[in-house]
């Protein structure tokens, strides 16, 4: 007798709904954030590589400015629900719209610093708020 191979997850819909009733608000937070991503036609930032222009979506956790060599930078962390991603802004203070909680869409250079994904000066779209 042969074994037919079987999925380890089945992917009924009752299935998908169980999953969705036992995962955490952060889990489906994240699935949500993916799914953003993908509509909109952007690049997960887990799968961006150093040096590779990309276009990245997710929601600005935090804001901060730090000067850097003696330079003013606004940095920001990008969330997309598979990683984050640092934004910075040199010789800005401030920029109108960038807050925590505010989604953004941006489009760069990757560079890597120690493992960490970082985009300088990218250009950037603020997501209207009625998307949020």
Request: aromatic share 4%.
């Amino acid at each position: 007798m042969s074994a037919v191979p079987r999925s380890e997850k089945p992917t009924g819909r009752f299935r998908r709904m169980l999953d969705r009733l036992s995962s955490s608000q952060e889990e489906l937070d994240d699935a949500e954030l993916q799914q953003d991503a993908e509509a909109v036609g952007c690049t997960k930032i887990c799968d961006a590589d150093d040096r590779q222009i990309v276009k990245v979506t997710g929601t600005l956790r935090t804001v901060t400015l730090r000067p850097r060599a003696g330079v003013p930078a606004l940095e920001a962390e990008l969330f997309d629900g598979s990683a984050a991603l640092d934004v910075v802004w040199l010789g800005r203070r401030s920029i109108a719209g960038i807050e925590p909680g505010r989604k953004l869409i941006a489009s760069g250079r990757i560079a890597m610093s120690r493992g960490r994904r970082t985009l300088f000066n990218p250009r950037y779209e603020l997501r209207p708020l009625g998307q949020e």
